[in-house]
């Protein structure tokens, strides 16, 4: 049973008189445990799809599965809980909380699921570790590089056992090296955990390390293509 | 952790926090202050009057307060007068027998207010407003005047001035006294036109033997005045009496006093807007710069009442920090004003003694006045976060993260 399913999704966006439509009937299935890349150019979709799946934004048209729960039926505050246990969140602008150290802000998703403070302490620590900043641990976002920040975001996604992490442009504000030290992390993840991550890209970075790659444009799938990384 | 988030996000723009409680606290401040020194003007003008003329309450002959003629006066005697003494909250009762007197010396002459008081126990303290000769006993026969009048007439201590009135059933009241001192009064009105005299010199003087016009009565406790009221109503007098309480025997002073009130608390109301709109400026500002941050946290999972209570709680902490800086403020010079009055400059006092008032900076200590203003500024600092209470409310975090 694929881990998300989305059907004919359509999402047209009105501007004034003018319609665009984002989305031309998207119909995606991801298996538990994949590493894919959404491709496309600027304006393809991509973002769109990935707001859509992560609950964020609600399709036109179409149905959007996720696990046995069609999240198109679900209330804003029903959204918001099923975001918070199962969908993991990864932004390209980091968008760490600026006053919480890097540990607070990990152990921050999971005091929103009321866990116990042992639990958070735990698990935050153990997150920071395995993204390599358990010496970085209690500072804030501003003393740490973009690359840290962002491996914050990794291990603040993580954090809430998602059933898949959406990784919107992750790589896009980070140089080279840091991108290619995220990508190895997160694939490690992938493999040893079986964390299912899903991006949004156009770095060619990301689409080398993908096993799967997804192509959007003008709102359709144009290729969906399988390879051995 | 919402708490410790809460605290961290006020010191995030530190220059906008320290503006808004800056804001609260000038208006906590500026609010106990004032209304602190207007209370104290208040309760100064009624002292004033209640110690000089009125007293709390006063016992009368029926109807003598609509026609006061020395034949409407109560016969007393001492056994009421420790009856009234006895109930509880009545720190002291003064017989007084009030009238009018037509005074002159060789060459000039006026119309006077003549008050027989025991000087012993009146309220009115001659100690305090003696400016020169002796405050009289109570079997003295001579009298006490006010420093107008002393100036108008160039009377000093031991001259005589000739009274001639009025006195009881249609006696002809005429004397001849000396001054045994000379009073200062703030009100011109005493100044000018009153005489003073022992109770027993006056009762002779108009002939009235043991009658008063009134028994002045003074309280340890103002607010008392009405548990107090039906006791002295229930004693037994000579005859049928009038107990009369200070609003109902100055019911101008206090008119006077409320229409200012209302003026102080309209003035403080357009404080309260002004502040207002400060801080909700700042309160915009601040939900303006973080609707990216908010999107952010909506998208990750947390529940948008969730997300406007950390911005409560900002607010709570920063009105509460800013309350509280007022009150400490705000409280030491009123506590220094109340138990030290400041004096009015000397060209300011002649105003305010015209009116009767105690020429000084004198404010209350009202610990419920002062709570009741520093709620209303609390309350408007709450008010305001209805502004992002909407705004998160209704934040759509896709547009809300769209830069």
Same mark, same amino acid.
């Given at each position: ?170 790589? /896009? ?5 840091? /991108? ?50 | 952790?919402?708490?410790?988030? &809460? ?20 208006? @906590? ?35 003598? $307060? ?35 007197? $037509? ?27 003696? @400016? ?40 002809? &009241? ?48 103002? !607010? ?71 999107? @952010? ?66 404010? @209350? ?15 408007? !600092? ?22």
């Amino acid at each position: 049973m694929p881990i998300i399913k989305t059907q004919n999704l359509t999402k047209i966006y009105k501007d004034h008189s003018v319609e665009v439509h984002a989305l031309n009937g998207v119909s995606l299935e991801i298996e538990k445990g994949e590493f894919t890349a959404i491709v496309g150019p600027s304006g393809s979709g991509k973002t769109t799809l990935l707001n859509i799946i992560g609950g964020l934004d609600n399709p036109t048209e179409g149905q959007v599965t996720i696990g046995d729960v069609d999240i198109s039926n679900l209330s804003d505050n029903q959204l918001i809980d099923f975001r918070l246990h199962n969908i993991g969140f990864v932004f390209q602008a980091y968008n760490l909380i600026p006053v919480l150290s890097a540990k607070e802000n990990v152990e921050f998703i999971m005091l929103m699921q009321n866990r116990p403070k042992a639990e958070m302490d735990e698990r935050a620590e153990a997150l920071l570790k395995a993204v390599g900043l358990e010496d970085q641990m209690h500072k804030r976002p501003r003393e740490m590089s973009g690359g840290q920040q962002q491996r914050v975001a990794v291990a603040r996604a993580l954090a809430s056992k998602p059933k898949f992490v959406l990784a919107d442009e992750p790589t /896009a504000n980070l140089d080279s090296k840091t /991108a290619l030290n995220l990508l190895d992390i997160m694939a490690t993840l992938n493999k040893e955990e079986g964390i299912t991550f899903i991006f949004s890209t156009h770095d060619q970075k990301v689409i080398d390390r993908a096993r799967r790659i997804v192509t959007l444009e003008d709102g359709v799938i144009v290729s969906d293509v399988q390879q051995d990384v | 952790m919402y708490l410790k988030l &809460a605290w961290r996000n006020i010191w995030r723009n530190k220059r906008r926090s320290l503006i808004t409680i800056g804001s609260i606290l000038f208006a @906590v401040f500026f609010a106990l202050v004032m209304r602190s020194f207007q209370e104290g003007m208040y309760e100064m003008m009624i002292d004033g009057m209640v110690s000089v003329s009125t007293g709390h309450i006063q016992v009368h002959r029926e109807g003598y $307060w609509n026609d006061r003629s020395i034949d409407n006066t109560l016969p007393i005697d001492d056994k009421i007068v420790s009856k009234i003494n006895s109930i509880e909250h009545v720190s002291r009762a003064c017989p007084r027998i009030d009238s009018y007197a $037509w005074i002159s010396t060789e060459e000039l002459g006026r119309g006077a207010m003549i008050i027989g008081l025991d000087p012993e126990v009146d309220v009115i303290n001659l100690e305090d407003k003696l @400016v020169s000769g002796e405050v009289m006993n109570k079997d003295d026969n001579v009298v006490m005047i006010g420093e107008g009048m002393a100036e108008y007439f160039e009377l000093g201590i031991g001259d005589t001035l000739v009274m001639l009135g009025q006195g009881y059933h249609g006696q002809t &009241a005429a004397a001849v006294y000396p001054i045994g001192g000379i009073l200062h009064f703030g009100n011109p009105k005493f100044s000018n036109n009153l005489v003073v005299m022992p109770i027993k010199a006056a009762q002779q003087y108009l002939s009235t033997e043991n009658r008063v016009s009134s028994i002045l009565i003074e309280l340890d406790d103002i !607010a008392a005045y009405l548990e107090v009221k039906p006791k002295l109503a229930e004693l037994s007098y000579q005859e049928s009496v009038d107990v009369l309480d200070y609003t109902e025997m100055i019911p101008e002073v206090l008119e006077a006093i409320q229409a200012d009130r209302i003026g102080g608390k309209m003035f403080i109301g357009i404080l309260y807007v002004i502040i207002s709109f400060g801080i909700f400026g700042t309160i915009m500002m601040m939900t303006a710069e973080r609707r990216y941050e908010y999107g @952010v946290l909506v998208s990750i999972g947390m529940h948008r009442f969730k997300l406007f209570m950390i911005t409560l709680r900002e607010s709570i902490l920063i009105a509460l920090v800013g309350v509280i800086m007022g009150f400490l403020v705000a409280f030491p010079l009123i506590y220094k004003m109340n138990t030290d009055p400041m004096p009015f400059r000397e060209d300011q006092m002649d105003a305010f003694q015209s009116f009767g008032i105690e020429p000084a900076y004198y404010a @209350v200590i009202d610990l419920g006045l002062m709570a009741e203003h520093m709620m209303i500024i609390f309350c408007i !600092a709450m008010l305001v976060n209805l502004y992002p209470l909407v705004k998160i409310m209704t934040l759509h975090p896709v547009e809300a993260m769209r830069k």
